[in-house]
């Protein structure tokens, strides 16, 4: 458990590393408001603000994704690409998110744009990160086929609505949370917060209905050990 973390001291941080390693941990695990983070550390008989909770969540969220991008093994080769919309302060803005044939999210990008330039940007941030995969698969807007002719030269390009539901389903996280705080309050946000999320998902839904009782009880144990080693790692 991240609450069982040596309790070494942050500089400048009243809580130690534990407790903030929880609160991080708590508020992008489940659909947990900061307010109900905020509770659930007082239950446990620790007094913190949820003002106190935004601010760790924002510095040491993004560590701890920094952390498990850079022990992943490779993606699968076979990569599926597809956006949603999401309305930000009555403006439509667009979520790119790119996962594996495993279901596990490799990149997202918040964009105001949902064209050729758009995807390019989307695809040259993937690319830049995990290499060229071998397929990639696409519904069917024109803005991917023509930023995988400049970009993509070899790779086969597969563009199906009916092919790419793992990505469209990767969708569903989002749209929890969009709810949980009232839409997006910027793109700035959205961003920050997603890359941090879609990290943490990767190690804590192992996909339950591919694996045996006695696998995925491994894999959770291997992820909460992973986090608390990663909580361990964090600097102030």
């Given amino acids: 458990m991240i ?3 040596p309790s070494s001291a942050l500089k400048g941080y009243r809580f130690p590393r534990s407790v903030i390693g929880y609160a991080v941990w708590a508020y992008h695990r489940f659909a947990l408001s900061l307010r109900d983070v905020e509770d659930l550390l007082a239950e446990r008989g620790i007094t913190v603000s949820h003002e106190t909770i935004r601010d760790w969540v924002a510095k040491f969220g993004a560590q701890i994704a920094a952390k498990i991008r850079r022990d ?3 993606p699968a080769d076979k990569w599926h690409l597809d956006d949603v919309v999401i ?3 009555g403006q439509k803005h667009w979520l790119w998110r790119a996962v594996d044939g495993n279901g596990d999210t490799l990149e997202i990008l918040v964009q105001s744009r949902r064209n050729a330039k758009a995807a390019k940007r989307f695809l040259r941030k993937l690319l830049k990160r995990w290499g060229m995969p071998r397929v990639i698969v696409t519904d069917k807007l024109r ?3 023509v930023a995988m002719r400049e970009l993509c030269l070899g790779v086969d390009h597969r ?4 092919l790419n539901n793992v990505s469209e389903a990767s969708h569903r996280h989002t749209h929890r949370r969009e709810k949980i705080f009232g839409r997006f309050k910027s793109a700035r946000h959205a961003q920050k917060f997603l890359s941090v999320h879609d990290q943490i998902a990767v190690l804590f839904r192992p996909k339950r209905h ?3 009782a006695a696998d ?8 909460h050990g992973l986090c608390v080693r ?7």
């Fill in 87 to 89: 309305p930000i302060r």
């Fill in 3 to 5: 609450l069982s973390v």
């Fill in 216 to 223: 995925y009880h491994c894999t959770r144990t291997d992820a």
């Fill in 143 to 145: 803005s991917y086929g």
């Fill in 159 to 162: 563009s199906h609505k009916g």
């Fill in 72 to 74: 992943r093994p490779q």
């Fill in 210 to 212: 591919r694996i045996n």
């Fill in 230 to 236: 990663y909580v361990g790692e964090i600097v102030a």
